[in-house]
């Protein structure tokens, strides 16, 4: 399964390797460690050092500052990246940012680039980061946790450019592939960074050497693994590439016309024309002062209620509704269902 | 079930939590991160000191080291315990061992215990541990991860005697709860203890509090969750807690048959009694200089052709066989079948 999703990176074995884990946050986790072994070759024996950092924009999954914690980095580590006001990296000042912390005498292990950032659905320019960390010697890790199914439809796939450049991309099956959860791929551009990011003893390879097939164990966080190539291709083979295909770009669409219909009513305001199955909105309150606590509490009641599953984002100091498109049966009506309950929760709101 | 498995420990929530991950390596990871945030509550946002170590027994499973060097304490962070030949952690000597590192002004971040060591299936002394760690303040963390299941057993929880004094412990269903891989407990005495592991942004918390029923997700490195609970819950609603029980002891009963069988033969020598249904023995080669050789290839060979699946330790300086009894099928038939092939094999060995 890990060789399928390398294509549609760009990548091949075997120069480039992934391996499946239990979701997006080992993923990053281990891009991450297979980062600090290229930046710090001797890290496995004398600890992480103290001058490592990560660059990150705006808007990156938790799971990215946690994992620089886990690995000894500490939150302090965790600097942000030049960033617009929807929280997209500024593609042209990258290679300034990795400049200043080097010359603050850190060294930056890891260029985090969102594709899509999960608070927004926008898509990082990864071709332009590429060429910052190329040129800086900085691995680039891809978070594509939830916007990598994109690779899948040609329509899509431009907004992904510059992904084979990247050193590491994380893929999760179970967010748009159809796949039950957990199963995620991290990928890896060169296979022997991936082979470094975890180091066995000698007695160990020694007995992974006399095993036929391939064996990735001592490259995953978890050791012994459950099956989850299985269910990936199982998925694949009875829905086949095209048909998750146009099971991604069916939720794209269903999105922007989420998109349009929030645009069509004066009563709210969209973040930005999305780019995946996320749509980030809002009630058009102006300058309501508890516009914060009733977004959150119309979010809490519509769940408690189990009618619709909003998440939310903060963007531009904002309290967003964020919707994410998934089930193939949001269709129109369900959207004209949703905004209507929206805009009379609002109205009613007495918090 | 966590609450079932910390029952078992000899604790009870809300005083003592845990959480199910994928797997003992995890599982093990996270108990090691709550002792980093014990030992060092700055390291999440400072990132790990270079004088933290941790002390472990001879025998310990890789993913200690692992986590270890994942943590970025790195490899040189590990350092022995006082053990007896067969890699037995010497109880009485563990205070001094703590001692000694921070004499020379290492700080002790955790000593771990083996329950039962995964290459020889012999318990740790985990009571005078306990005390040794209580004296020092030091974190004890207890790798329960195949030998916890004998806590359902009466005959056989006298070797886990002082495990609900330790700090935390690792304890895998999916090695004697028959329960599918991946699923795995990390038990902490201290529920503060667990909560501060992984610690999470104000916002992220605050949504956190909105929701209804217990939600772990922020104590947990995977994030996002597979139903690990379901499939042992289904187990022991199944098998019930006496069938359970019934097949732990089964299967340390039928290790003890083995064993005697083994030492029966003056062909074989055995490592020691077993306490689980660990079974360590060899050819009785004397000093033939290929016996290392012979015995990892003879293990290949058996596992080629699909008849015995036998793992390996080095204990002793010495190639031992590791037969796990795991299969209610194994019984004597089966054994005899096994060590007439293996001392054939032997005996034909021509590398």
């Known amino acids: 399964m890990t060789e399928w999703m390398l294509s549609k990176v760009g990548w091949q074995p075997p120069d480039s390797s992934g391996v499946l884990v239990h979701g997006g946050s080992l993923a990053n986790l281990t891009a991450l460690l297979a980062a600090r072994a290229r930046a710090f070759p001797s890290a496995w024996e004398q600890g992480t050092p103290a001058e490592a950092v990560i660059l ?182 009875w829905r086949g590439e095209q048909g998750l295909a146009a099971y991604v770009h069916g939720r794209h669409q269903a999105a922007r016309t989420l998109w349009r219909m929030v645009s069509a009513r004066n009563t709210f305001e969209a973040l930005s024309e999305p780019e995946s199955n996320l749509v980030c909105f809002r009630y058009a309150d102006g300058n309501d002062p508890h516009s914060e606590v009733r977004h959150i509490a119309i979010r809490d009641r519509l769940m408690g209620q189990g009618t619709f599953h909003l998440a939310s984002s903060l963007v531009r100091n904002r309290r967003w509704w964020r919707a994410t498109v998934m089930s193939p049966a949001s269709d129109q009506a369900i959207f004209t269902q949703l905004l209507d309950t929206l805009e009379i929760a609002y109205q009613e709101a007495s918090y």
């Not at 927004?120 to 891809?142: F, I, N, Q, S």
């Open 56 to 237: 990150v924009p705006a808007g990156t999954h938790v799971s990215v500052a946690r994992a620089a914690s886990i690995l000894g980095l500490g939150s302090r580590a965790v600097h942000p990246l030049p960033c617009d006001d929807l929280g997209r990296t500024r593609g042209e000042r990258v290679a300034e940012a990795i400049e200043l912390q080097h010359r603050a005498g850190r060294r930056v292990m890891a260029v985090i680039a969102n594709a899509c950032a999960p608070t927004t659905g926008l898509y990082d320019p990864l071709e332009a980061m590429a060429t910052a960390c190329r040129d800086k010697r900085v691995w680039l890790h891809v978070d594509a946790a939830h916007g990598g199914s994109a690779l899948l439809v040609p329509e899509l796939r431009t907004l992904l450019r510059g992904i084979e450049q990247a050193d590491s991309v994380t893929w999760d099956a179970h967010k748009m592939l159809r796949t039950s959860t957990l199963a995620a791929a991290v990928l890896i551009r060169r296979s022997e960074d991936l082979h470094h990011a975890l180091r066995q003893s000698a007695d160990y390879l020694f007995f992974n050497d006399a095993r036929t097939g391939p064996d990735l164990m001592h490259c995953t966080v978890e050791g012994s693994k459950a099956e989850l190539g299985l269910k990936i291709f199982l998925n694949l083979a």
